[in-house]
T-cell receptor, first 114, second 109 residues
Framework: GAGVSQTPSNKVTEKGKYVELRCDPISGHTALYWYRQSLGQGPEFLIYFQGTGAADDSGLPNDRFFAVRPEGSVSTLKIQRTERGDSAVYLC????????????FGSGTRLTVV | KQEVTQIPAALSVPEGENLVLNCSFTDSAIYNLQWFRQDPGKGLTSLLLIQSSQREQTSGRLNASLDKSSGRSTLYIAASQPGDSATYLCAVHNNDMRFGAGTRLTVKP
């Protein structure tokens, strides 16, 4: 596609529920990144994929967070047993190759846990 | 672990002023550095990308410099306009990308 697409744009969920956030990267981009941004803060790295594999998942805060990219294109960030502290904007970015090119970001998913 | 710091955290200037935003990073082994703009409630828009072998990049009224050895980058905005009001984020690339907390810029008419 022309840009990075993230769905939904907004998600409100109750504490304890499971949520999935989707990212469609730019076609042909092999690297995909997930970030989380809280109000007034810079984006915080969560995980990055090179192709289908998670090359670095060191930013995932705990085992309630998981991400997949089964076919090397679309990625899903999954959050189990959501907590109010998970409320943030979740940003996805893609790059042609990891580290060598600029990143293009999607508009993000605003997650609110009530 | 790469640490990225942006100074100042907030800046308010009258329209027409030239200004400089600063970014520093702790690990100089980077592929490149990217400056982004973020408007309230919006995603990130890329402004300038500087490869590690480059010293600066220019786009219109924006000029970004990179001194990799000292771990510093600056974003220079000439003749600021109210439409430049936004948060400016610096990000450094190794295999992933690490961000500073941003500088919130307000340009007053």
């Amino acid at each position: 596609g022309a840009g990075v697409s993230q769905t939904p744009s907004n998600k409100v969920t109750e504490k304890g529920k499971y949520v999935e956030l989707r990212c469609d990267p730019i076609s042909g981009h092999t690297a995909l990144y997930w970030y989380r941004q809280s109000l007034g803060q810079g984006p915080e790295f969560l995980i990055y994929f090179q192709g289908t594999g998670a090359a670095d998942d060191s930013g995932l805060p705990n085992d309630r967070f998981f991400a997949v990219r089964p076919e090397g294109s679309v990625s899903t960030l999954k959050i189990q047993r959501t907590e109010r502290g998970d409320s943030a904007v979740y940003l996805c970015a893609s790059s042609l190759l990891a580290g060598t090119n600029g990143y293009t970001f999607g508009s993000g998913t605003r997650l609110t846990v009530v | 672990k790469q640490e990225v710091t942006q100074i100042p955290a907030a800046l308010s200037v009258p329209e027409g002023e030239n200004l400089v935003l600063n970014c520093s990073f702790t690990d100089s082994a980077i592929y490149n550095l990217q400056w982004f703009r973020q408007d309230p409630g919006k995603g990130l828009t890329s402004l300038l990308l500087i490869q590690s072998s480059q010293r600066e990049q220019t786009s219109g009224r924006l000029n970004a410099s990179l001194d990799k050895s000292s771990g510093r980058s600056t974003l220079y905005i000439a003749a600021s306009q109210p439409g430049d009001s936004a948060t400016y984020l610096c990000a450094v690339h190794n295999n992933d990308m690490r961000f500073g907390a941003g500088t919130r810029l307000t340009v007053k008419p």
